[in-house]
């Protein structure tokens, strides 16, 4: 059988990604009230370690994943990528390879996202993107997770993304046909949406609608999703900033979404840049269910790379 990696929402099956979805909110419902380090009861990762490589700062990520594996059963390894022969110039191919020697999965937060396709080209075991220059799909489930865990039908739902047009705003886009959901993208110009993440987010009758406005952006709109307006490896900090401070979601932008609409936000944040105190400290913000949501979505993202 081939290897499961998780290295984009585009190319998994919808079926595939809704087992993800169902496994992390059951997985979550089933250890309610047991300590965070305690393993789950049916500890299906007993003997697997997963290994780490990061080549960008995380706090989520690296936390999801630690505490993942280890209530699943198994146990993890983390490297940081300057300390590794990665950063002296070994390759990426013969570094994938020597890992596939002696660990059962790899998560991979990488500057560059073909050095990741590269990795699992030659991996033997499953490699999982925990966020690169171009997507973050781990994020987007754990976000769905959120969504539905408070209410909401995705199918025919409409997500408003506002700021950059980034790594994160991607894998939504990616995700909108799969689930079912509209996504309206809100970004100043020069700030798109890349055009191949919009088609991928319009195969399979998806609607990806793109505005140069945030007060559009957002109308209709059931939840509203910020991010920096400076991700990691961006160099133009002050450009950016001046550019896309027009697309803050402050309360009188949420007023323009639907009654009742939800805000998300993948952390880390930038009070009274991208969003104001007031929103995201507010009664529509789900950002603490949303990060807490990464560890159970991340550990339905391992069981599918390593079980199935
Ligand atoms: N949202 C997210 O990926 O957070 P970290 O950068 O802290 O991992
Ligand atoms: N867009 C941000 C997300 C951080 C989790 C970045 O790439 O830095």
Redesign the pocket.
């Known amino acids: 059988m081939s290897i499961r990696h998780f290295l984009d929402i585009f190319p998994l099956p919808s079926s595939e990604l809704r087992g993800i979805l169902d496994t992390a909110k059951t997985r979550k419902k089933a250890r309610l009230g047991k300590p965070k380090g305690a393993v789950d009861g049916d500890a299906i990762l007993v003997g697997h370690t997963l290994a780490m490589i990061f080549e960008?700062?995380?706090?989520?990520?690296?936390?999801?994943f630690d505490m993942g594996i280890r209530q699943l059963g198994g146990t993890s390894i983390v490297l940081n990528a300057a300390d590794m022969q990665l950063g002296r110039g070994e390759t990426i191919e013969d570094t994938s390879r020597v890992l596939s020697r002696m660990v059962d999965a790899v998560m991979i937060?990488a500057n560059n996202h073909d050095d990741v396709l590269a990795f699992a080209e030659v991996s033997d075991v499953p490699v999982v993107n925990?966020?690169t220059n171009t997507s973050?799909p781990?994020?987007i489930m754990?976000d769905l997770q959120t969504l539905e865990e408070h209410g909401l039908d995705l199918k025919g739902a409409r997500i408003a993304w506002v700021g950059d047009g980034n790594n994160?705003a991607a894998s939504f886009a990616h995700a909108a046909p799969k689930f079912g959901f509209s996504l309206a993208v809100g970004t100043p110009k020069g700030y798109e949406l890349p055009e191949i993440d919009v088609e991928r987010g319009r195969q399979e009758q998806g609607r990806i609608d793109l505005y140069n406005d945030p007060i559009e952006a957002v109308a209709g709109a059931d939840v509203v999703v910020a991010d920096t307006f400076v991700s990691?490896g961006d160099t133009d900090a002050d450009k950016r900033l001046n550019d896309l401070m027009p697309f803050q979601v402050t309360q009188d932008l949420m007023n323009k979404a639907n009654g009742g609409a939800k805000f998300l936000h993948?952390?880390?944040a930038h009070r009274g840049e991208e969003v104001s105190a007031d929103v995201i400290d507010g009664p529509a913000s789900l950002v603490f269910d949303e990060?807490e949501n990464?560890l159970h979505a991340q550990k339905a993202v391992l069981e599918w790379c390593l079980t199935s």
């Open positions: 960008k700062s995380s706090t989520r990520t690296r936390l999801s937060r925990g966020l973050h781990c994020q754990a994160v990691m993948c952390l880390p990060a990464r």
